[in-house]
Structures are given as C-alpha cells and as structure tokens.
C-alpha cells in the first residue's frame, strides 16, 4: 500500500468496505438491547474480543436462549466458583461435547414443551466452545448434530490456538503462526499446516445457515445471530475472537485487528444460506496481508519469503470464494 504523509506521521490510507449486509438499516437506527445477559465482573484478560463477541451473540439471542458452554477461554473467565456473567440458564460441559449437549437440550426442551412444563415459545438450544473444542476435540459431536438436523445454534469462538491452556496450536492454527507447541526454528517457520476450513465443513452439511463474523464488525456479528435464531434447524456461526494475550499485540488494539483479518481477506465475512454464498463485507481492493501479519508477536519470526506464500493462499482462497458467490448468481 502507498503511504501518505500527515504531519510528518506515515500512515496506510483505509480502504472502506463495501457493506452489503441486508437491511442493516433497522439495526442502526435504533438501539441495541440495553439489557446484559453476559455480565461485567469476569475474569477475561484486557482486550479480549472473545468476551465482547459473547457479549453482542447474547445481546442478538435475548432472554429465551439455553448454553452449553464447552470448557475453554469462555467458560474458564465466565464462571469462577461461586461467581457467574451468565444471565441466561447456561451449562459447562466438557471439552468435546458441546454440540451433543446443545443436541440433548434441544430435544429435552421440544419434550417440556409437549408436556406442557413450560410455555411453548422459540427457546433457542445454542452451543459454545473455541476452535479447540471446535475443529479438533468436538468436531464428531458437530458433525453429528447437524446431521440429525437438530433446531440448535452452535458458535465457535476462534482464538486461534488453545489459548487458557498455554497457547497450543489448533487445526484452527494459521499457517506460520508461532505458539508453545508449534516453536519457530531453523527447522520451522512455526505452524506447518493451513487453517481449517470450519465454517465450509458446516455447510458441506447441507446446514440451513453457517456465517463467519467477527467482534470488530458488530451489525454483521448482530444481524447474521437473529438470522441463525429465526432458522429451524441447525444452523454454524464462526467467529474470530482476537486475543491479545496469545496473539502477541497490545490489548488495546484487538478491535483494529480483527479488522485487518477482514481487509486482507486473512478472515472474510460470508454466510452460507440455503447452500448460497454472500460475503457480507466486501472490499473494492483486499490490504496486502503484511499489513495484519506485522505488529503480532506469533509472526514476528516470518520472512518476506513466507509472508508471499501466505499472501498467494489468500489470494487463491478469496479467489474461491468469490466464485462460489458468482456462481450462485448465475441465472
């Protein structure tokens, strides 16, 4: 990118996105829900977007929602005994089970219901975990949640790495990113593998609706969770969750982050609706991928050798995308 001079300070020029999430409209001319069902006091490190993407999915879902939250970054900052965030009836389940707790819970709400124990109204079965509990540890669970088409949503909070438990590599893991169990050295540029497609497994499911969202991008996080709410059946949101612990960056620059994943295309914003692509924040012209990569401690050891390659794979993939999009707009 060319650099502009203002007052002797160098900086990148913003490229402005395209927005073409639908009727964002109504969400911008009022207010959000004023009332917090993720609650202040937790125990989240400074800057965590992984507690502020927690804070708006709650804020989309309102108060008929039921969690099963797996073990991980949210449920360890969320619910030291005897203290809790949640404002919502919420469950911890283990590591690997969030999507077959999600699946019991939907199905034990659908019996309560027929019974009449309590009043027939949406109560959305929603499951949580991170990219661990994701991609590698729950993903048998998932798949067989949404093969059986439970009514549920399951998110998936990605921090990239199993962040509370020391910063171990995931299949969630970007390619070259340095953590405790994927070191850099004169054998190794650091993560050897490229990052899991989770959100296009989901889909390859025949799921109704699976997105990707990010906290730095809030309308698109909000309107793509009330669409996932108002799908019967199941349905995948994806979500970076910028952690700067892990991440090696400042606390205070999460949210910028996570906007650069998005304008390098490193992390691009779709869904998946009835098997049809949209990217719902488009750009005229992606930033080049050094601009997100420089200033993170997990890549500082990458040289501009790996950083092309990186950029070339984004290229293709984003590439990929678009077609898939195009595709769908064929008539």
């Not at 069902?37 to 989240?44: D, M, Q, Y």
């Not at 800057?47 to 991980?72: F, H, M, Q, S, W």
């Not at 659908?110 to 309590?118: A, Q, Y």
């Not at 050094?290 to 293709?316: M, N």
Request: hydrophobic residues 35%; proline residues 6%; aromatic residues 8%.
């Amino acid at each position: 990118m060319e650099q502009e001079k203002n007052g002797g300070k160098e900086r990148t020029p913003k490229i402005k996105p395209i927005d073409t999430v639908r009727d964002l409209k109504h969400i911008r001319a009022k207010r959000w829900p004023e009332e917090e069902l993720f609650v202040s006091g937790h125990r989240a490190c400074q800057g965590c977007a992984e507690a502020l993407a927690v804070r708006y999915v709650l804020k989309a879902l309102g108060p008929d929602t039921v969690i099963a939250n797996a073990t991980g970054c949210i449920e360890i900052f969320s619910s030291p005994l005897p203290t809790t965030s949640w404002a919502v009836p919420w469950i911890h389940v283990a590591f690997e089970n969030a999507a077959a707790v999600g699946s019991g819970l939907e199905s034990g709400l659908k019996v309560l219901m027929r019974k009449g124990r309590i009043p027939k109204k949406q109560i959305k079965a929603v499951a949580m975990a991170g990219d661990g509990g994701t991609a590698d540890i729950g993903i048998q669970a998932l798949s067989g949640a949404f093969e059986r088409g439970h009514d549920m949503i399951y998110f998936c909070f990605d921090n990239e790495a199993y962040m509370n438990t020391g910063i171990q590599r995931s299949s969630s893991t970007p390619f070259g990113a340095m953590t405790t169990t994927s070191p850099p050295g004169r054998m190794s540029q650091g993560q050897m593998t490229w990052k899991k497609n989770m959100t296009a497994i989901a889909a390859a499911h025949g799921i109704p609706y699976a997105a990707t969202a990010c906290s730095s991008y809030p309308y698109d996080l909000y309107e793509k969770v009330k669409k996932a709410q108002a799908t019967v059946g199941p349905s995948y949101i994806h979500i970076l969750s910028v952690c700067p612990t892990g991440w090696r960056i400042p606390p205070d620059q999460a949210i910028r982050y996570g906007r650069l994943a998005v304008e390098t295309g490193f992390f691009p914003l779709y869904e998946v609706e009835g098997g049809r692509y949209r990217i719902t924040i488009d750009f005229p012209e992606l930033r080049p991928v050094s601009d997100y990569l420089q200033g993170q401690g997990r890549f500082r050891h990458l040289t501009p050798e790996i950083i092309a390659k990186i950029q070339e794979r984004i290229k293709e993939e984003y590439s990929s995308l678009k077609a898939k999009v195009g595709a769908e707009n064929i008539t």
